[in-house]
């Protein structure tokens, strides 16, 4: 629950970025905006592994700025990945 090494906001398991997006430590913690938390789960709520073709739900816990509607989320899916 954090970002980088952010004060009062330290993320556990960091670095969790793709590639050479990495996260930064500037901000505010729960002041500026933040994603806190990603859970993806089975729709059928099965504990069971991800298959190809199981229909998900992604639940996300955030932080938003102000009233949020200025802040957006975008999730994507791959057939590959």
């Not at 229909?55 to 996300?60: K, P």
Request: hydrophobic content about 30%.
């Amino acid at each position: 629950n954090g970002r980088g090494t952010m004060s009062d906001g330290n993320e556990l398991d960091r670095p969790n970025a793709l590639n050479s997006c990495t996260d930064g430590s500037s901000g505010s913690y729960h002041s500026d905006e933040s994603i806190d938390k990603i859970v993806v789960s089975q729709a059928s709520g099965s504990l069971n592994d991800f298959t190809e073709g199981d229909a998900v739900t992604i639940s996300a816990t955030v932080w938003c700025w102000s009233s949020g509607t200025e802040d957006f989320i975008d999730f994507y899916y791959a057939s590959d990945a």
